[in-house]
């Protein structure tokens, strides 16, 4: 069975910089041939996705984060990480990890994920 559970989300302040973590059960990440992604939903809006990597695939961004933020994961824990620095007001937003089904590509499509975490809280102010 399949979890996920994000960590590592707070308030900061403009320019900032937050590491979130999203742990996994029921399957190995970096071993894993499933897509894994990084999702913002702030109030009243849609879920957006921010960026997303597949096994052994270059990492895929949305345009607002490009540059700014990293996805990634680490090789000795069962860990996927989204580094997120030069944080800007509009990065506040509930943030969600989520994994694809074995043998899927990268994706920003909210709908192309099965698995999700709880979501933690990013608050960035001015």
């Known amino acids: 069975q399949v979890q996920l559970a994000e960590f590592g989300g707070g308030s900061v302040q403009a320019g900032g910089s937050l590491r979130l973590s999203c742990t996994a059960s029921?399957?190995?990440?970096?071993?894993?041939?499933?897509?894994m992604g990084w999702f913002r939903q702030a109030p009243g809006k849609q879920r957006d996705g921010v960026a997303s990597i597949a096994s052994g695939g270059t990492p895929i961004y949305a345009d607002s984060a490009e540059g700014r933020f990293t996805i990634s994961k680490d090789s000795a824990k069962n860990i996927l990480y989204l580094q997120m620095n030069s944080l800007k007001p509009e990065d506040t937003g509930t943030y969600y990890c989520a994994a694809r089904s074995p043998m899927t590509a990268s994706s920003l499509e909210p709908s192309d994920f099965q698995f999700w975490g709880p979501g933690t809280q990013v608050t960035v102010s001015s």
């Open positions: 029921g399957f190995i990440i970096r071993r894993s041939s499933r897509s």
